[in-house]
């Protein structure tokens, strides 16, 4: 029994594609009503709250809670006036959530926050019922990567006569993306880090394999604040492959092409396991315990 906090003005439509943000609290709901959880929306109904976003509409809610009824987050920016006060004031809440384990990281690492003070939990995955249907051989995802590593792919995939296309994140609609996915045999990520990566997931639970060139680390607010990262931050080898330098570009795709004819990986297998609707909601329960 959960009542969810969030305001609908803290995202907005880009042509068909639903944003992080409203994924978020779309596929919270689909998971709460499919394990038969009761909730509210911006109501004190239930013992437990989550504060979804956190702005200073929700720090006036959270003010009339118990603060050990109240997860936070994932959509917390610490480093604004309101959310470094939330940070620092560990008594005012349950836990701090954070959508992947290198969230949580910087949670303890740069923030100083106990282990017990930050939950993970991602939101849930909608997995399809598809029938891949593959018309050509890569889908290249790109993702605030440098025009030169991207350069660096296309000649990579031209050599290698592979067909492709190209999706750039933003710049396209739910149902193209789901589509262009489906119809690649495989994904090469050039990305940048990810939270969670629920777009990244979502071709996943197509089953289309990635190739990634994965990154090491996050330092959008400088070297001060940087911690180890990555673009795939839920991963096992039933995904893909990952490598990390240029320099290792050719020979990890040997290897991941080799495997990939020999139908070894099953993405799909790794978000019904991880990341699932049902999986998401068990997760959030336990981190309200």
């Known amino acids: 029994m959960i009542n969810l906090w969030y305001e609908e003005s803290y995202w907005a439509h880009t042509g068909g594609r639903l944003s992080g943000p409203e994924m978020v609290v779309k596929n919270l709901i689909k998971s709460l009503e ?27 809610k959270h003010e009339k809670l118990n603060p050990n009824s109240c997860l936070i987050g994932p959509q917390l920016w610490p480093y604004e006036q309101i959310g470094r006060f939330l940070v620092q004031d560990v008594a005012s809440y349950k836990k701090i ?53 991207l350069e660096i ?27 262009l996915a489906n119809q690649a045999n495989f994904c090469f990520l050039l990305n940048g880090t990810e939270s969670q990566g629920i777009a990244v997931q979502q071709i996943m639970s197509l089953g289309v394999p990635l ?27 039933r995904c893909g492959e990952k490598f990390y330098k240029k320099t290792m570009l050719s020979r990890t795709f040997t290897k991941f092409n080799k495997k990939l004819k020999e139908g070894e990986y099953d993405p799909k297998s790794y978000v019904k396991e991880n990341l699932s609707l ?9 981190l309200f315990k």
């Open 34 to 60: 499919l394990m038969e959880v009761p909730y509210t929306i911006n109501d004190n109904v239930y013992p437990n709250n989550f504060l979804i976003q956190y702005n200073a509409t929700a720090k006036k």
């Open 97 to 149: 959530i954070a959508p992947s384990q290198w969230n949580k990281d910087f949670y303890k690492t740069k923030w100083y926050l106990p282990d017990e003070k930050v939950g993970v939990w991602p939101v849930g995955i909608d997995i399809p019922n598809n029938v891949r249907n593959v018309m050509y051989d890569c889908l290249l995802y790109y993702k605030r990567r440098s025009a030169e590593e």
């Open 153 to 179: 792919v296309e000649k990579f995939l031209k050599k290698k006569k592979l067909t492709y296309k190209i999706l750039q994140y933003g710049s396209y609609t739910e149902e193209e993306f789901l589509a």
């Open 211 to 237: 190739f990634v060139w994965d990154v090491e680390t996050w330092d959008d607010m400088g070297s001060q604040w940087s911690v180890p990262a990555s673009s795939v931050p839920y991963w096992d080898k």
């Open 278 to 286: 049902q999986r998401s909601a068990e997760i959030l329960l336990d």
